[in-house]
């Protein structure tokens, strides 16, 4: 997967979290965990952008790792909606599946230049 679509997948799924936030009710509880989500969602994608504008091995690493922070973060968000029943699971579903399996990239790519880096 290249760069370019990397950054579209995590805009989209940057836009797929604010589709479901403004889908869900409006609670008090709901409106922090649904601020909480929006923020780590988007933070993703915005931060996937400065990975790719990276200048070393070592400066990819760190703002790579802020991006699976910001990852796991949203799915930690989605697993609280889920919990709660604030929405059908069955409207979650593919926003979970894509934050995993982005996250999966993310570890990879940590991996990969982690192995490069310390000579493996």
């Not at 995590?10 to 601020?35: A, G, H, Q, W, Y």
């Not at 909606?81 to 990239?105: H, P, R």
Request: charged share 30%; proline share 1%; hydrophobic share 40%.
């Amino acid at each position: 997967m290249t760069n370019e679509q990397l950054k579209g997948r995590t805009k989209k799924f940057s836009i797929m979290v604010i589709d479901l936030v403004e889908k869900m009710p409006s609670t008090i509880s709901t409106r922090v965990i649904l601020n909480q989500i929006v923020k780590s969602a988007t933070s993703v994608g915005a931060n996937y952008r400065a990975v790719c504008r990276a200048r070393s091995d070592r400066e990819f690493v760190s703002k790579m790792n802020i991006v699976l922070e910001e990852a796991d973060e949203t799915l930690f968000w989605l697993e609280i909606i889920i919990e709660k029943e604030w929405i059908n699971k069955s409207d979650v579903e593919a926003i979970w599946n894509e934050g995993n399996e982005l996250t999966v990239i993310f570890v990879s790519s940590l991996k990969t230049i982690n192995n490069r880096i310390n000579g493996k």
